[in-house]
C-alpha cells in the first residue's frame, strides 16, 4: 500500500463526502444514499473488488473499505439528522405555535347537586352501619298511607297532596316512609338499619319554595330495645358531619301517623352565617327533619311484634338541606337543569 485499489477506495470517500456536502435536500440525501449504499450502489461494488486484490494486500484492502463505509455512513446520518432539524425550523418559523396560549377548556361533566348530597348522606349513615334500601315510587294506597297507620278518610292523609293514577288504589308515593313497610316485611324477624332515599311526588302548587318532585332520605331502625335515645344520638351524629361538629340538636314533639311519639329536629343555625336571622325567622333554631318510635301498628303492618322490637325512623328533604347550606332561595331551580346553576356544585 499504497497502491491503485486502495487508492480508489480513498477517492470513493473524498467524492462521496463532496457529494453528500451538495445534497439540498432530503430526497438529495435519498439519491445519494442509493448511490452509494443501494444494492448496485458503489460501496457494494468496492466490496466486491476485493477479489481482485492480490493475495497479500487483501486485509489491508478490507480494513480500508470498511473504513471508507463507515466514514460515508456517519456523515450522511450527520447530514440528514441536520436536514430534519432545518425542516422543522422552517415549520416552525412558517406556522409559529404560541406555546404560552391557554389549553383548550375540555367541559367535564360532573354529579348533579342533588345526586352529591344524597351521596354524602349516604355515606354519614353509612359510617353508622345503615345501609341504602331502595324502593318504588309507584305505590299502592295500602303502602303509602293504610300500613303507615292512616286507613281510608283518615284526616292526616290531608298532610300529603297526592298524585293519583288511573288505577285505583295506585298512586305515586308521597313520601319514602312505604318503603319502612317494604324493608321490614323482606326482613323480619332480624334486626332492620337502613336509609330509603328515594324521589317523592307531591300535587302541589309549584313556588320558590315547592316542588311537585323532590327527594327524601328516610331511616330506619328495628331491633329490641331502640328507644328515642339511639334516635337523638344517630341524628346528632348525623347533623354535626352534615352541618359542623358545633351543632347542637333540639326536639320538639310533633305528630306523624306512623310513630309514637312523634318528634321534630332542629339544629341551631351557625351564627356566622349572614342568612341566619332570614333562614331561622329571628329564633336561631332550623327544622331539619320529622321522626320519631315506629308506632305499634306499623310495626305490626311490616310483621313484627311490638311486644319484641322497638324501633325508629326519621325523614329529611336533601333538597331543603342543599337550600339551606347553600343560599338557594329557589326550590325550582334543582330541576330545571340550567347549567348556569348547576355548574356552582
Ligand atoms: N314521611 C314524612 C313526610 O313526608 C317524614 C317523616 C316523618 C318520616 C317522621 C318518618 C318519620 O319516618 O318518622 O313528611
Known amino acids: 500500500m499504497p497502491d491503485a485499489a486502495t487508492d480508489a477506495l480513498k477517492t470513493l ?14 430526497a438529495a440525501l435519498r439519491a445519494w444514499n442509493t448511490k452509494y449504499f443501494g444494492d448496485k450502489g458503489l460501496m457494494k461494488a468496492a466490496f466486491g473488488k476485493i477479489g481482485g486484490v492480490p493475495k497479500d494486500q487483501r486485509a489491508a484492502y478490507g480494513q480500508e473499505a470498511n473504513r471508507v463505509k463507515l466514514a460515508l455512513e456517519s456523515a450522511h446520518q450527520i447530514k440528514l439528522a441536520e436536514e430534519k432539524e432545518k425542516k422543522l425550523q422552517a415549520s416552525l418559523t412558517a406556522n409559529p405555535l404560541d406555546v404560552t396560549l391557554p389549553g383548550r377548556f375540555r367541559p ?16 354519614i349513615f353509612a359510617d353508622m352501619g345503615f345501609q341504602v334500601y331502595r324502593t318504588r315510587e309507584v305505590e299502592t294506597d295500602a303502602m303509602n298511607f293504610e300500613a303507615l297507620n292512616m286507613p281510608a278518610h283518615h284526616p292526616a292523609r290531608d298532610m300529603w297532596d297526592t298524585f293519583f293514577t288511573t288505577t285505583p288504589g295506585v298512586l ?38 315547592s316542588e311537585i318532585q ?3 332520605v328516610e331511616g330506619l331502625a328495628i331491633g329490641a330495645g331502640i328507644t328515642m335515645a339511639d334516635l337523638k344520638g344517630t ?3 348525623f347533623a354535626r358531619r352534615m352541618f359542623g361538629p358545633e351543632r347542637q ?33 329571628g329564633t336561631g333554631w332550623l327544622e331539619i327533619m320529622g321522626a ?12 313484627y311484634d311490638p311486644a319484641e322490637v322497638t324501633g325508629f325512623a326519621f325523614g329529611m328533604g336533601p333538597q331543603r338541606m342543599l337550600m339551606l347550606r347553600h343560599a338557594v332561595d329557589d326550590i325550582r331551580l334543582f330541576w330545571q337543569n340550567d347549567l348556569r346553576f348547576l355548574r356552582q356544585f
Not at 258 to 265: A, D, L, N, Q
Not at 292 to 303: D, I, S, T
Open 13 to 26: 470517500e473524498t467524492e462521496g463526502l463532496a457529494e453528500l456536502r451538495a445534497c439540498a435536500d432530503e
Open 108 to 123: 367535564r361533566g360532573r354529579l348533579h347537586p342533588a345526586t352529591q348530597i344524597l351521596r354524602q348522606i349516604s355515606g
Open 172 to 209: 305515586l308515593r308521597t313520601h319514602t316512609s312505604p318503603g319502612q313497610i317494604h324493608v321490614m316485611r323482606e326482613t323480619h324477624p332480624k334486626p332492620i338499619r337502613v336509609i330509603l332515599p328515594g324521589m317523592c311526588y307531591r300535587n302541589e302548587a309549584i313556588s320558590t319554595r
Open 214 to 216: 323532590f327527594h327524601q
Open 235 to 237: 341524628i346528632t351524629a
Open 249 to 281: 340538636v333540639r326536639i320538639r314533639s310533633s305528630y306523624f301517623p306512623f310513630t309514637e311519639p312523634s318528634i321534630e329536629v332542629d339544629i341551631d343555625w351557625p351564627k356566622e352565617d349572614p342568612n341566619r336571622d332570614r333562614l331561622t325567622k
Open 292 to 303: 320519631g318510635m315506629v308506632h305499634p301498628h306499623v310495626l305490626r303492618a311490616g310483621g
